[in-house]
């Protein structure tokens, strides 16, 4: 399974940005999530989706992120709205099935004025 992620960038603080993930596989049975590391920190969850749709946040993105999938078009979707300075962090998105999960590239996003 290939996951292609896209969509970061340059941001100002309070603007913007949508990161998708396209899975060369279906992704109907997979928990899907994406996940953030930045700057002299360890990996860690930002929003996740189960395969039922149910979805979890840290609580440092609530009511700020958004996650989606469409399972027609094999993709995740994270909008990030109010975006801070603190939100700068490489992304990843993870599809996980029953035995083994995938991981995207990485996608930059910065957040700075």
């Known amino acids: 399974v290939q996951l292609q992620a896209c969509g970061g960038g340059l941001v100002q603080p309070g603007g913007s940005l949508r990161l998708s993930c396209a899975a060369s596989t279906s992704i109907f049975t997979a928990n899907v999530g994406w996940y953030r590391r930045g700057p002299g920190k360890q990996r860690e969850v930002v929003a996740s989706m189960s395969n039922g749709g149910s979805t979890n946040y840290a609580d440092s993105v609530k009511g700020r992120f958004t996650i989606s999938r469409d399972n027609g078009k094999n993709t995740v979707s994270l909008q990030m709205d109010s975006l801070k300075p603190e939100d700068t962090a490489v992304y990843y998105c993870?599809?996980?099935?029953?035995?083994?999960?995938?991981w995207g590239q990485g996608t930059q996003v910065t957040v700075s004025s």
């Open positions: 993870n599809v996980a099935y029953t035995n083994r999960a995938y």
